[in-house]
């Protein structure tokens, strides 16, 4: 399988490897690097090494730290490992030939950022592994290698967040798994809640606490890896305008609501996630992923423009459940089980089905299926009916149903008392439309509108 596809510029083939053999295998180490992560390399034969700027690097082989200047390296262990840093202007470390290159471990680089060509390496042994922001192209054609894996785990990236527009008054909320900081760059200014002085210093995140990232000005700010990151909250933006891709956090609540030109997009796949909100995303926000197998307790999906998210919600344990406008997203399951404090579905066809519920309803959405939302049975419409006229209201709040079968109704006598008990408790509109309908159901045609009455 081609590197290409995991996302590490490599491939089997199509650069032209010809002689790069014989060119330097140069690589460059990016200005601030700090030494990180796994780093290991082995030779065919004593090799020069050529390192330029501010680099430092130690191989373990009794030289020491060395620095900018031309060294030689022996091949005398199974591989070297290398302790390397950037300094403040970073620079290169060229090794003679690439061909000499017969073994190549980079692994967790993070805070170490490394950027290299391996076409025309003899790599017996290649593992490139979570680099972070380091780069490795080339191609692995004609290698004898005898040991690959390639992954880049999006989790140890940064979190930056890029700001075009910024008055300070809007906010990202965050939680972290760890104490770590929130950096900014390139002119934007940042405060770590609603009062204070803006600084372009970095700022401490507490761990496992909710904190508003207030920002101003045009630039940028980054968390160090993806991962810490827990719960993220962007709100009603306004004109500030803000970007940042959620691929690999390890969130347990996302909340995106009404972004406005801001643009958040990302993978959520495999996150662990309890709450998922997406509300008015826009068009230009893209969050996929499938939520089976989640342990969702609160899910709102409404307005996602080009997002699609698809999963099936049979076993959750949902106690708000929001389903209106999602375009291209399919979500199928079984509403059993669950303690529902709301529930709002608009306009998702048949794609869910009802068995019961304890439902204590304390949300101003009520229950409500509006649109071509539907069951497929009448007895689901009549349990849904009972399970509301027993149910606790907090006050109030709608019941309404505008679509349904045209199956009669399994139990008449059962669902004109309940429907009785709910008339005491709901703000009713409207039940099953298809049953409204004379001569198509059992409803009496006088039942078509409730209003409490």
């Known amino acids: 399988m081609p590197f290409g596809s995991l996302g590490l510029g490599l491939g089997l083939g199509g650069r032209g490897v010809g002689d790069a053999g014989n060119m330097p295998a140069t690589f460059s180490i990016a200005a601030g690097s700090v030494d990180d992560g796994i780093k290991r390399i082995n030779f065919s034969e004593p090799v020069t090494v050529t390192i330029t700027g501010d680099v430092t690097v ?7 730290e060395l620095t900018a200047g031309t060294h030689t390296v022996s091949n005398a262990l199974d591989y070297w490992t290398l302790k390397i840093t950037g300094g403040t202007g970073g620079g290169t470390i060229t090794f003679g030939k690439r061909k000499q290159v017969t073994y190549l471990h980079l692994a967790y680089l993070n805070s170490l950022v490394v950027k290299g060509d391996i076409t025309g390496m003899k790599l017996t042994s290649l593992l490139l592994y979570s680099l972070g922001s380091s780069t490795i192209t080339g191609d692995i054609l004609g290698m004898e290698l005898t040991y690959l894996q390639g992954e880049r785990d999006p989790g140890e990236l940064p979190a930056t967040f890029t700001v075009t527009a910024g008055d300070g008054t809007k906010f990202v909320r965050v939680k972290v798994s760890e104490t770590t900081t929130v950096t900014p760059a390139g002119g934007t200014s940042i405060r770590i809640g609603s009062s204070g002085e803006f600084v372009t210093t970095p700022l401490t995140l507490a761990a496992n606490t909710n904190q508003d990232i ?19 909250r962007l709100y009603s933006l306004g004109l500030s305008v803000i970007t940042g891709d959620i691929t690999g956090m390890g969130l347990t609540s996302l909340d995106l609501y009404s972004l406005g030109s801001s643009v958040i997009t990302g993978d959520i796949t495999g996150m662990e996630l309890t709450s998922l909100y997406l509300q008015n995303l826009g068009s230009s926000s893209a969050i996929t992923g499938d939520i089976t197998g989640m342990n969702l307790t609160s899910l709102l999906l409404s307005s996602l423009g080009s997002s699609v998210i698809t999963g099936d919600i049979t076993g959750m344990e949902l106690a708000f459940l929001y389903l209106g406008n999602i375009g291209s997203s399919v979500i199928t399951g079984d509403i059993t089980g669950m303690e529902l404090t709301r529930l709002y579905l608009d306009g998702i066809g048949s794609s869910l089905t009802y068995g019961t519920n304890l439902l204590n309803i304390t949300h101003n959405f009520g229950i409500q299926l509006r649109g071509d939302t539907m069951f497929a049975t009448a007895a689901e419409y009549a349990r849904l009916i009972h399970d509301a006229a027993i149910a606790t209201w907090s006050e109030a709040h709608p019941f309404r149903i505008d679509a349904g079968t045209t199956e009669n109704c399994p139990d008449w006598d059962t669902v004109k ?7 005491t408790k709901a703000a009713w509109t409207i039940i099953p439309s298809a049953w409204l309908t004379t001569g198509g159901g059992s409803w009496p045609t006088n039942w078509n509108e409730y209003t409490g009455e």
């Open 58 to 64: 130690d191989f373990g082989d009794g030289q020491g």
């Open 214 to 232: 207030y920002f101003k000005d045009a630039g940028s700010f980054s968390i160090p890896k993806r991962k810490q990151i827990t719960f993220l």
């Open 417 to 423: 008392s309940d429907v009785a008990m709910l008339l």
